[in-house]
C-alpha cells in the first residue's frame, strides 16, 4: 500500500461526474471557467488518531454556508463533515472542511479533524478519476 503523504492532504470535491481536488495549503487553486461546478459530496482521506490505519471519510450533503457579494461577483463559502467509524477499531472520526468560490476559482480555507489526521494517499486521487469514467461510461451504454 502507499504511505500517506501528510504535507498538503487535499480534500476531493463531487459535482455531478466532475471531480476537483483541493490541497490544504490555502494557495492552490482550482479553476472552473464555465461556473458550472456546484459541490455535492466531500471526501477526504485520514489515519485514524487511535490506531493508525488509513480511512476515508465522506460527506454527501455539501452546504452553502454563505455568499457575499464581491467586485468581481459572489463569493461563495461551503462547509462539509465528513465523518465515520474506523474500518479497524472503530473509533469515532470527523474532519470539518471549508472551502470557497470566488471568480471561478475554488480553494480549500480550512479543517477541523477529530480523532484523526487527513493525509494524502498516493494514487487515490487517480483511482476516483478512474471510477468516475467507468460509471461515465456504464451510464452512456443503453
Request: net charge negative; hydrophobic share 30%; with cysteine.
Amino acid at each position: 500500500m502507499n504511505q500517506p503523504n501528510k504535507q498538503n492532504p487535499p480534500v476531493y470535491v463531487f459535482s455531478g461526474d466532475e471531480i476537483i481536488k483541493l490541497p490544504y495549503d490555502k494557495e492552490t487553486q482550482f479553476s472552473d471557467a464555465d461556473d458550472s461546478f456546484e459541490p455535492a459530496v466531500a471526501m477526504v482521506s485520514v489515519k485514524c488518531g487511535n490506531c493508525g490505519s488509513v480511512n476515508v471519510l465522506i460527506d454527501d450533503d455539501v452546504e452553502r454556508t454563505e455568499t457575499h457579494p464581491r467586485e468581481m461577483g459572489n463569493e461563495s463559502h461551503y462547509g462539509a463533515k465528513c465523518e465515520a467509524y474506523c474500518e479497524s477499531c472503530e473509533q469515532e472520526m470527523s474532519v470539518e472542511v471549508s472551502f470557497s468560490e470566488y471568480a471561478d476559482t475554488w480553494i480549500f480555507s480550512s479543517r477541523d479533524q477529530e480523532n484523526c489526521e487527513m493525509v494524502e494517499v498516493g494514487g487515490f486521487g487517480e483511482a476516483l478519476e478512474t471510477f468516475r469514467k467507468m460509471a461515465e461510461d456504464v451510464r452512456g451504454q443503453p
